[in-house]
């Protein structure tokens, strides 16, 4: 492990208010503290919204409902554009603004968050525009009589994000949402709330009409319970963790409202014996440990169980514990750090009692397993959530260990001796968001892909995302797909007339 050197002064604090009806609104109840992790201090402050506060900006949402869902497509989506734009302009401002709010290195919010969320806009833009596209009204013909199809917003969408990507997944809500015409009410995770307060910024002057686009802020059991249960809310589309999507499903369930949920996962990464062959290992491991290990693991993608072929098992371990003490650790704000904090000190707390649980299993430590050394890094990260990614092994099957997600830079790897084994193994958890396969036998590896029971299988790889293509969970990991035609269904109600044909 390697520690960078000292960054600069960090940023003035943040007052991040509620954009509600084209305005930011005062603040009705109390606020919270915003808090860099890796820092420790406090960089903001936030609404503590109340239910009255979250029924206002609904109020404007559902004011605002049907003039969005009649204004031309191309006008959505020359809003959506604008927007894109605006956060291009000023994307340094807003991945050091990430970077400071989640802990994460500022290369990775440059590289992924902000980029990925300019796409989000222009994406479906570009895809509710097309011709024949999945927004356009179409016809079908035969046996008589003529079905004429078309898709009519929802009304008021409620967007709940999370904390691990936060403009990234907010917006990959929001686009879809104003898209296909309906308003919309967001709620960004408390714990990172500042770029979504920068979008909020920019979204005034970007042709949105008031109460098209509002932006509430507070803790989920208060600000999210009153959005997920205002009658006026139409759908309900939510990234976060399992538990919470159980409670929002229970709360929402009585009004039968429409719901999409992308929540955790155990996903397994299978490593076939070729892929740990001399001339393979490296680029098998370079793969592996962005799969383990990006934004400190804290992506529901992440794969913590890593399920390797028994002879590739020893070469895959020393290149994995390699890289692992090559990576450098140090103040997120520092552009050639790879590895940042943890999102707070109280989930750097929940991941170390996981791994005090793996090592009651019987789990051996490979590397990591604790914090840094303080002294390692850089003054101003001193206190910050930092721990060191984590591999451990020797845990049995179907250990508690391997069962539960601990989202955050810890994973587990033990060998298998059969393809069935490992599939069998891959599929024994109550998730099943994502996973990945290693090797370069095509056919076997698309054979174990096929037999596993997840949303998205990578080959090779992690995260490559083709925009149009549906991404989520099923069993515990979730309900609904994200993405492409499959959002913009979400967000619109089918409306069918049948007419006779003439003669
Ligand atoms: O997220 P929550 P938390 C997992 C991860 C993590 C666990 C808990 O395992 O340890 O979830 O994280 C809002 N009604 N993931 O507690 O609670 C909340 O304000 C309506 C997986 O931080 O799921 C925030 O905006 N809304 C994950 C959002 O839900 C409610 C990403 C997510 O918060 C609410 C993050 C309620 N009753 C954590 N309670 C992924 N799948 O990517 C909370 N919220």
């Known amino acids: 492990m390697q520690a960078t050197a000292t960054h600069g002064s960090a940023m003035a604090t943040m007052d991040v208010r509620n954009l509600v009806n084209g305005r930011f609104t005062e603040r009705q109840g109390a606020a919270l503290d915003v808090i860099d992790p890796a820092a420790q201090v406090r960089v903001g402050s936030c609404p503590d919204s109340t239910a009255r ?75 509710a525009e097309e011709a024949g596209g999945p927004l356009a009204p179409h016809a079908l013909h035969g046996a008589g009589f003529t079905s004429a199809i078309a898709r009519r917003p929802l009304g008021v969408a409620a967007c709940i994000a999370p904390w691990n990507l936060p403009l990234y997944l907010l917006t990959w809500k929001l686009a879809p949402a104003l898209a296909a015409g309906c308003t919309v009410v967001g709620k960004p995770s408390e714990v990172t709330p500042l770029t979504a307060h920068l979008l909020a910024e920019r979204a005034l002057d970007c042709g949105f009409p008031a109460g098209a686009l509002n932006i509430v802020h507070g803790r989920g059991p208060v600000a ?77 993608h992440c794969a913590e169980r890593v399920l390797v072929e028994r002879s590739g098992m020893d070469a895959l371990v020393e290149a994995l514990s390699s890289r692992i003490a090559a990576l450098r650790i140090g103040d997120p704000l520092d552009e050639s750090t790879q590895f940042g904090s943890l999102i707070s000190a109280s ?31 850089p ?94 969970g099923v069993r515990a990991s979730g309900l609904g797909r994200e993405g492409g035609s499959e959002a913009l269904h979400f967000f619109a109600e089918p409306h069918v007339v049948v007419t006779p044909d003439a003669g």
């Open 53 to 127: 506060e979250v029924a206002e900006a609904v109020d404007a949402a559902h004011r605002a409902s049907t003039a969005w869902a009649r204004t031309p497509v191309a006008d959505r989506a020359a809003a959506l554009r604008r927007l894109a734009d605006r956060i291009e302009a000023d994307l340094d401002l807003f991945a050091r603004t990430e970077a400071i709010d989640t802990g994460k290195p500022i290369a990775l919010a440059r590289t992924v968050d902000m980029p990925r969320a300019i796409s989000n806009f222009r994406f479906f833009a570009d895809l």
């Open 347 to 377: 989930h750097r707390g929940k991941v170390e009692s996981a791994i005090a649980a793996a090592r009651a299993e019987g789990a051996q430590v490979i590397c990591g397993g604790t914090r840094p050394d303080a002294a390692s890094l």
């Open 224 to 300: 999210g319970q009153a959005l997920v249960t205002d009658p006026r809310v139409a759908c309900i589309t939510f990234t976060g963790g399992t538990a919470t999507g159980e409670a929002i499903a229970r709360a929402a369930a009585p009004r039968f409202v429409r719901m999409a949920l992308e929540l955790g996962g155990k996903n397994a990464a299978i490593v076939l014996a070729d892929a740990c062959t001399p001339d393979r290992i490296g680029a098998t491991a370079d793969g592996l440990m962005r799969a383990l290990f990006s934004n400190q693991g804290q992506v529901c």
């Open 379 to 472: 003054e101003r990260v001193r206190a910050g959530a930092f721990l060191r990614p984590t591999l451990m092994t020797g845990l049995p099957a179907g250990c508690r260990t391997d069962q539960e997600e601990i989202f955050g830079p810890v994973a587990t790897i033990a060998p298998f001796d059969t393809d069935n084994e490992a599939i069998a193994r891959a599929n024994s958890t109550r998730f099943g968001l994502s996973a990945t396969v290693w090797s370069c036998d095509c056919t076997r590896a698309a054979r174990i892909a096929d037999a596993l029971v997840c949303g998205t299988v990578w080959i090779n790889g992690w995260m490559a995302r083709d925009l149009r293509a549906p991404i989520g």
